[in-house]
Nanobody
Framework: VQLQASGGGLVQPGGSLRLSCVASGSIFSINSMGWHRQAPGKEREGISCINSGDGNAFYEDSVKGRFTISIDNDLSTVYLQMNSLKPEDTAVYYC??????????????????????WGQGTLVTVSS
């Protein structure tokens, strides 16, 4: 599976961005797709994920209510709509794909090791 992320950029606090991630190759093997981010000097963290089968979505507390993850009907593209952006959202954002769905109530989506395919990062900078 190959993943191509796009949509990053510079935005003012309170603004919005939409990230996209296009999957190609053996997309039939994907059961969940997620977004991770890595801020300077910090570890990569999973912030959101969606199961391609049941459509269940997961959000880390710091983005809940501000970010929305969605997936196309053909399951080849996942989006992350980011609203009310804050300076602390500044990071390189990565999309990732996993072979297994995320169980309901689980926080496994936060673990980079759960995902087997990664896209290149796209930089999001929130600054005035």
């Amino acid at each position: 599976v190959q993943l191509q992320a796009s949509g990053g950029g510079l935005v003012q606090p309170g603004g919005s961005l939409r990230l996209s991630c296009v999957a190609s190759g053996s997309i039939f093997s994907i059961n969940s797709m997620g977004w991770h981010r890595q801020a300077p000097g910090k570890e990569r963290e999973g912030i959101s994920c969606i199961n391609s089968g049941d459509g269940n979505a997961f959000y880390e507390d710091s983005v809940k209510g501000r970010f929305t993850i969605s997936i196309d009907n053909d399951l080849s593209t996942v989006y992350l709509q980011m609203n009310s952006l804050k300076p602390e959202d500044t990071a390189v954002y990565y999309c990732a794909a996993a072979l297994a769905a995320i169980p309901s109530g689980s926080t496994w989506y936060r673990l980079p090791s759960y995902f087997t395919s990664w896209g290149q990062g796209t930089l999001v900078t929130v600054s005035s």
